[in-house]
């Protein structure tokens, strides 16, 4: 499947949610659009801070640097029009001789006046964003041509990504824990796209562009102020969790096309060799680029646990318009080399526990509840493991024969089939007729639709929250198309 969270490959997420895309590609067209670039002052101007953390160190969210940076420099309109050099000062820069110290600290204390200044930025361009975004990239294509090469020449979905992670950052700048969590994610995940330490200040230099222009209502020198220190502080974390992850793991893989089965007329099963060993866990997915759309990458499920012989299993969907599914599902053929990006996601099976699983899968969401059920015989437990795999025809039951097999050498597996039009609403309804629940983890991979419905099914039945698994945090990180 594409995502943990849709119905297949590519109505969902798109690769890393990032802000970045693969180097190393032709040389591609101008911007998308006609749009015009008018003349706006240059904003603060974001110094590189610093290199990343050395090897087995860690950083509070402050994004201490290796060495720490000089402040950076923001330019401030004169009452003339002109613009003077005014020191911005990084958190962590020494502080001036005289001042009093400052404490370690979040990125944005809750409640601060930064966080006021932000979240008041994000609700001025709620009803121009995609203006907004538009312009950035005109800003940075014009200003800094030689990041051109580095995306998509399609740049609808690119477009979508950024305003998602900018607000889904906005959202938690008081919850130090998820924004970390979530900006550590984001730097792996550049790594795939050739992103460097060097270019994050570019991006902050025209992102703080665009906001200046289509929130000039809210916006002032303290508004600035607040926007460079909060990015100089968020690039950096992503630039430490990138560094790291680059001691531990190449930035992708190639991988050997070894079988195509088509079960469906829009639906195959591939295999494919990695030339690397290629560590995972069952229910967690990765990102893949093919060799028909270079830079375009998508997200699908591993369709098994790891295995002995090293082999990955993916199943694909291909839906309309899906640059990436219709050609692993309509061009792809054994010999075939695809590229991989770094496992991810948290949908992974507790055995520090013998609760037993409730399983919802729809369409190709089967896909890691198959992994999570071999993970659950592999590791020799017990523990009850109960399948609802809900599909809108029998056709779309493709690896039904599978689940069944499963179900006869394992007795503690109990294999549910929900076939119905609507079923990626109904199936959680389904699930109700079983049961009680209340002891179980739960575990949901499917259409956003489903997901959402079967969450609110699984929590009034008395199943907390911390029981819930699914990756549907992860459709923030990324538009498809």
Not at 366 to 377: G, N, Q, R, T, Y
């Amino acid at each position: 499947m594409d995502a943990p969270t849709t119905t297949s490959g590519e109505n969902g997420m798109s690769g890393g949610g990032g802000w970045f895309m693969p180097r190393n590609t032709p040389s591609a067209p101008p911007p998308d659009g006609d749009q015009e670039m008018d003349e706006v002052r240059r904003p603060a101007v974001l110094r590189p801070v610093g290199r990343p953390a050395a090897p087995g160190t860690t950083r509070p969210l402050t994004g201490v640097p290796a060495q720490r940076p000089t402040a950076a420099i923001g330019a401030r309109p004169n009452a003339d029009g002109s613009t003077a050099d005014v020191p911005i000062r990084h958190p962590d820069a020494p502080a001036p001789q005289n001042a009093p110290a400052q404490r370690s600290a979040p990125v944005v204390e809750e409640g601060s006046s930064d966080a006021v200044l932000i979240r008041r930025t994000m609700a001025e361009i709620g009803t121009v964003a995609d203006k907004v975004t538009s312009y950035f990239y005109t800003l940075l294509f014009v200003r800094h041509p030689e990041l051109r090469s580095l995306f998509p020449a399609a740049m609808g979905a690119q477009r979508d990504r950024l305003l998602k992670a900018l607000l889904t950052a906005a959202e938690h700048l008081d919850d130090t824990a998820l924004l970390v969590d979530y900006l550590q994610h984001l730097g792996r995940g550049h790594r795939k796209y050739g992103t460097r330490a060097e270019h994050y200040p570019a991006v902050g230099e025209c992102l703080i562009g665009a906001l200046s222009k289509y929130a000039a209502a809210v916006w002032n020198p303290e508004t600035e102020a607040a926007w460079v220190r909060a990015y100089t502080t968020l690039s950096q974390v992503m630039i430490d969790a990138a560094a790291a992850d680059e001691l531990r793991a190449p930035a992708w893989w190639q991988a050997e096309i070894v079988t195509h089965d088509l079960r469906t007329p829009d639906v195959a099963v591939l295999t494919v060799r990695p030339d690397q060993p290629y560590p995972f866990l069952a229910g967690q997915y990765t990102s893949v680029e093919t060799p028909w759309w270079p830079r375009v990458w998508r997200h699908y499920s591993f369709a098994s646990a790891p295995r002995s012989d090293g082999l990955l299993t993916f199943h694909v969907k291909a839906v309309p318009a899906g640059w990436v599914s219709n050609a692993l599902v309509h061009h792809a053929r054994p010999g075939d080399v695809i590229r991989l990006g770094p496992p991810v996601g948290s949908m992974t099976v507790d055995h520090t526990t013998d609760r037993g699983l409730l399983c919802l899968g729809g369409g190709t969401g089967i896909a890691p509840i198959k992994a999570l059920v071999e993970d659950i015989a592999e590791h020799g437990a017990r523990r009850s493991v109960q399948v609802f795999y809900g599909a809108r025809t029998d056709r779309d039951l493709y690896d039904i024969d599978t689940m069944l097999r499963l179900q006869q050498s394992h007795p503690w597996l109990s294999v549910r089939a929900v076939i119905d039009q609507q079923a990626r609403l109904r199936l959680p309804d389904a699930m109700r007729e079983y049961g009680p629940w209340t002891e179980y983890e739960a575990y949901l991979s499917g259409p956003p639709g489903m997901i959402r419905s079967g969450v609110d099914v699984l929590r009034n039945i008395g199943i907390p929250p911390s029981r819930i698994r699914h990756d549907a945090v992860e459709e923030l990180l990324a538009v498809g198309g």
